[in-house]
DNA sequence: ACATTTCTGAGGTACGTACCTCAAAGACTT
DNA sequence: AAGTCTTTGAGGTACGTACCTCAGAAATGT
């Protein structure tokens, strides 16, 4: 049978009381008791009953998820992942919040962070553009005993909060190499097409991307980036304008993970057969283009992972305990028509 | 605060006993009763308090992994997970215990199988090569009040157990994919390399290999497979034999799990650069050739979500509980040098 | 109306840990 | 040696569910 704190007591020599002490971080033990303690658990093999501390602690984890307010569908498919797994986390006493926040608004940002507190919730994962008063913001909540994972898209400098995704450099890279294979040796020109060069994960895939083209495929000219700031009206007029201006287009980047209008206008006004089109995230609109032939590849990353590993982070910090590290790491997935499933 | 089995009882209408003959699924209990404390649960939204109930059985879930005696690495990096993982189990009372069975030996599979019972293990993952012996030695554990998933390879015909791994026959046409795609229009053969073909997964593979090059690829030529049983200098030999016999391969397809030799074999016989080399399963040796370049892309199944998966799977069964479905799909992911992390 | 069976209620103990109080032992200071 | 401060022990209650017994109520059959 699994040794319990009585057992503990035993084995150190010491009372209950003093067990308790110890495991629990309360001060008023001498170091030399402690370290008697501490030799025990591991003589005896102790591991804390979860069920029962839970039980005792009567403690409930209240997380939120601060999205940014768009139709995004990769956005839509995050809120479904929470929203499924809902009940999943009430099982164990994780009680899980979503809250829009105005997109692109470090203002509004800020202050939505800055009204929570460690009263009203125990953790909160964030998924923001970068922004200074955003980082500052998410300092002070840690600093009010928060706990604080970014997700998708992390805050820059040093890191005393989690960060949960992918490695944006390495999408833009596979995405580089992908385009490259795929190509072979045609010339041409290369399109790419962001939402907004503004957020940080746009730009460090741009990067990865541009450094792969550049060394291994002289034969390909990545042309600058089109940005469509969310707009279909805008998407369709600059992709149109890039059609006209450039004569030998045979492949084209969407980088941001609304890939859905910039992929319409492409399709209308060009020969999707003749290209090599890759985008970011599954979404319901990726899918289907890669089931009829319009996109080549998807490079993405798993919501429901996203949501568990950012939950599972949350709760292990709020419980001060360790995560496996090799379930938290998000993979960078390619995605072709044979994968999907 | 959420509502207790206290507060159901007497939403209810009924005493605590009732209730628990009810949520436990005890004898004794009038069907409208049940009913009627079914509806109370879900007026008041109860839910069970995991930690108290797993406190009160004080019970512990016991699995066993029977995995293959063999030095394949891939089957090292599964036992290196699910060790890993060990701990972080058994902080949720489950001992899992790993058993080492006769690599194509039906025979000793079915007898270990055939000593396992309720008494000793709660719950089994079999991974075992396909055989009517093993399958009947399964349903017969079942019968033995067992639960039982299969993992990687699946036993055929109707399954009364939880598969655990990818679609092979997807797998397959996906490494056809990418086969098409990164040669582009060269014409010429394709090697296909196997442990064996008596395999499941193996013979599922190749069809779906060879659908996508038949179909979509005229150019290649996918040559019948050659079979290593396993062995270092077979595989060099039938290495050397194909690149004698057939001047213009361009590509090779390794579609058992350990690539490690098979690899070997023709990075030393031929120019790796000029060909297109697809493996499966990432392990410590197709790693390195993805970074080398030997290796043009990867295709695997995460060891760590297998284990993980169905160690979820079991205990939901042996709780009597449900997963959440998309967490227990493996995905069939996609390597290249890009997105190794 | 009776006996018989089926159903329900009341009350208890147990699980392992957290957290509390109070007393007492020990260590240290002057 | 007396006083103060620190450390330890003993004992208690609580968390929410599982599982047990036994008595009594309700429904059923004759």
Do not use: W
Not at 54 to 66: D, G, P, Q
Not at 119 to 132: H, K, N, T, Y
Not at 252 to 268: D, F, G, H, M
Not at 297 to 317: T, W
Request: charged share 25%.
């Amino acid at each position: 049978m699994r040794p319990t704190t009585k057992d503990l007591a035993k084995a150190a020599g010491v009372s209950l009381a003093t067990v308790d002490r110890v495991l629990n971080g309360r001060p008023g033990v001498r170091r030399a008791t402690i370290e008697a303690v501490n030799e025990a658990i591991e003589k005896i093999g102790f591991v804390r009953n979860i069920s029962a501390a839970n039980l005792a602690r009567n403690r409930i984890v209240r997380l939120a998820f601060l999205l940014p307010k768009s139709g995004d569908e990769f956005l839509a498919t995050m809120i479904r992942n929470i929203v499924e797994a809902r009940s999943a986390f009430e099982t164990e006493s994780i009680y899980v919040d979503v809250r829009d926040v105005l997109e692109n608004d470090p203002h509004q940002i800020t202050s939505v962070l800055s009204a929570l507190n460690s009263d009203s919730v125990d953790g909160v994962a964030i998924m923001a553009a970068e922004s200074p008063q955003v980082r500052d913001a998410t300092m002070r909540l840690v600093e009010r005993g928060v706990h604080v994972v970014e997700l998708i898209s992390g805050q820059p400098g040093a890191h005393p909060t989690a960060f949960v995704g992918i490695d944006n450099n390495r999408a833009g890279a596979t995405a580089g190499r992908l385009m490259g294979r795929f190509l072979g040796h045609r010339t041409g020109e290369v399109l790419v097409i962001s939402e907004t060069m503004n957020a940080r994960d746009s730009i460090e895939r741009r990067l990865g991307f541009d450094e792969v083209i550049t060394n291994d495929y002289p034969n390909l000219t990545a042309l600058p980036s089109m940005e469509t700031y969310g707009d279909p009206e805008r998407a369709r007029a600059i992709v149109e304008n890039a059609y006209r201006s450039f004569d030998n287009i045979i492949g084209c980047y969407i980088l941001s993970s609304e890939a859905r209008a910039p992929l319409e206008a492409v399709a209308a006004i060009s020969n999707v057969s003749d290209q090599v089109i890759i985008a970011h995230e599954r979404t319901r609109a990726t899918e289907a283009f890669l089931r009829d032939g319009t996109l080549d590849a998807v490079i993405a990353q798993d919501p429901g992972h996203l949501v568990r590993s950012a939950v599972r982070i949350l709760r292990a910090n709020c419980e001060g305990r360790k995560t496996i590290a090799s379930q938290e790491q998000i993979r960078t997935e390619i995605l072709i028509e044979e994968n999907l499933n």
